[in-house]
């Protein structure tokens, strides 16, 4: 009994550690855009199968994309104060146990999207290279941000593509709005680490252009983020909760911006609580258009 029970809580701390490393919480980042994809190419809702496909697509594409940048930033991971403790940088969490879990959230995905249609198949397989991809970028290129937006600003257009099987023009747009948001925010939290990616010679933004010009580009990319949402608003035919919507984002980007300039002691919480409420507060403006 006692050699079980500690077999059950071994596996638990594993598993609890691996979530740790992969965040899954954030996953209310992509989350959000994957249904707002889904729910306008539908005209509504779309259904209970979608639904499951949806959660399922996005929980393991986003456990691949964090693990690969996991597995791959380890080293540099373990020599930056801030990173220093996850336990994919510790040992907590080993390679293997990385490799098995980018082997197995990548399969996972391949596997639901050949449930949806066969575009979403042929495409899985780039997908999964585009967000394993982000994760070498800060080795090569100060734009590595936009790079993590791309990753993201695929979530609403995958949306799309497993609902109708086609990857709609105003899809793109909602993408791209995406992108430089996602872009935006993370020129801000990079700020943490501008005099370790200096001192390492790691490419991001603030390292290149100091914590001043860091906050120009962030604001910015998030400028483009609306003036992109606002064509998606415009293309998909969205009425007055769209567009609402699309002002209520602003005004939280705006919040974002001022907590930052005021205090980078504000970047956590920046970046976690208001970002993950944008994205809720984004879709329940798109459910109410439909309503």
């Given at each position: 009994?006692?050699?079980?029970?500690y077999?059950?809580?071994?596996?638990?701390?594993?598993?609890?550690?691996?979530?740790?490393?992969?965040?899954?919480?954030?996953?209310?980042?992509?989350?959000?855009?994957?249904?707002?994809?889904?729910?306008?190419?539908?005209?509504?809702?779309?259904g209970?199968?979608?639904?499951?496909?949806?959660?399922?697509?996005?929980?393991?594409?986003?456990?691949?994309?964090m693990?690969?940048?996991?597995?791959?930033?380890?080293?540099?991971?373990?020599?930056?104060?801030?990173?220093?403790?996850?336990?994919?940088?510790?040992?907590?969490?080993?390679?293997?146990?990385?490799?098995?879990?980018?082997?197995?959230?990548?399969?996972?995905?391949?596997v639901?999207?050949?449930?949806?249609?066969?575009?979403?198949?042929?495409?899985?397989?780039?997908?999964?290279?585009?967000?394993?991809?982000?994760?070498?970028?800060?080795?090569?290129?100060?734009?590595?941000h936009?790079?993590?937006?791309?990753?993201?600003?695929?979530?609403?257009?995958?949306?799309?593509?497993?609902?109708?099987?086609?990857?709609?023009?105003?899809?793109?747009?909602?993408?791209?709005?995406?992108?430089?948001?996602?872009?935006?925010?993370?020129?801000?939290?990079?700020?943490?680490?501008?005099?370790?990616?200096?001192?390492?010679?790691?490419?991001?933004?603030?390292?290149?252009?100091?914590?001043?010009?860091?906050?120009?580009?962030?604001?910015l990319?998030?400028?483009?983020?609306?003036?992109?949402?606002?064509?998606?608003?415009?293309?998909?035919?969205?009425?007055?909760?769209?567009?609402?919507?699309?002002?209520?984002?602003?005004?939280?980007?705006?919040?974002?911006?001022?907590?930052?300039?005021?205090?980078?002691?504000?970047?956590?919480?920046?970046?976690?609580?208001?970002?993950?409420?944008?994205?809720?507060?984004?879709?329940?403006?798109?459910?109410?258009?439909?309503?």
């Amino acid at each position: 009994m006692g050699v079980k029970t500690y077999q059950i809580d071994r596996i638990w701390e594993d598993l609890k550690q691996i979530g740790i490393s992969i965040k899954i919480e954030h996953t209310i980042f992509s989350l959000p855009f994957i249904f707002i994809g889904m729910v306008v190419a539908a005209g509504g809702w779309f259904g209970w199968k979608f639904l499951l496909l949806g959660v399922i697509a996005g929980f393991s594409a986003r456990t691949f994309g964090m693990m690969v940048n996991r597995l791959v930033d380890r080293e540099i991971d373990r020599l930056n104060p801030r990173t220093a403790t996850r336990p994919t940088a510790n040992g907590l969490v080993s390679v293997w146990e990385m490799v098995g879990i980018i082997g197995i959230s990548g399969v996972i995905f391949i596997v639901t999207t050949y449930f949806a249609n066969p575009l979403a198949f042929k495409l899985s397989f780039p997908i999964l290279g585009i967000l394993a991809g982000y994760s070498f970028t800060k080795r090569f290129t100060p734009f590595s941000h936009l790079f993590l937006g791309i990753a993201l600003g695929l979530a609403p257009i995958a949306g799309a593509i497993l609902v109708t099987g086609t990857v709609p023009p105003w899809s793109v747009f909602l993408g791209f709005g995406v992108m430089f948001w996602v872009a935006g925010f993370d020129v801000l939290y990079s700020i943490q680490d501008i005099r370790f990616d200096q001192q390492e010679g790691l490419f991001s933004i603030p390292a290149l252009v100091g914590t001043e010009g860091a906050l120009l580009f962030s604001r910015l990319f998030h400028l483009l983020a609306l003036l992109f949402w606002g064509w998606f608003t415009f293309f998909a035919r969205l009425g007055i909760w769209g567009w609402a919507g699309v002002g209520v984002v602003a005004l939280i980007l705006i919040w974002e911006q001022k907590l930052v300039a005021q205090d980078f002691q504000n970047i956590p919480r920046a970046f976690f609580d208001l970002n993950a409420l944008l994205g809720m507060v984004y879709f329940g403006f798109i459910v109410l258009n439909y309503l």
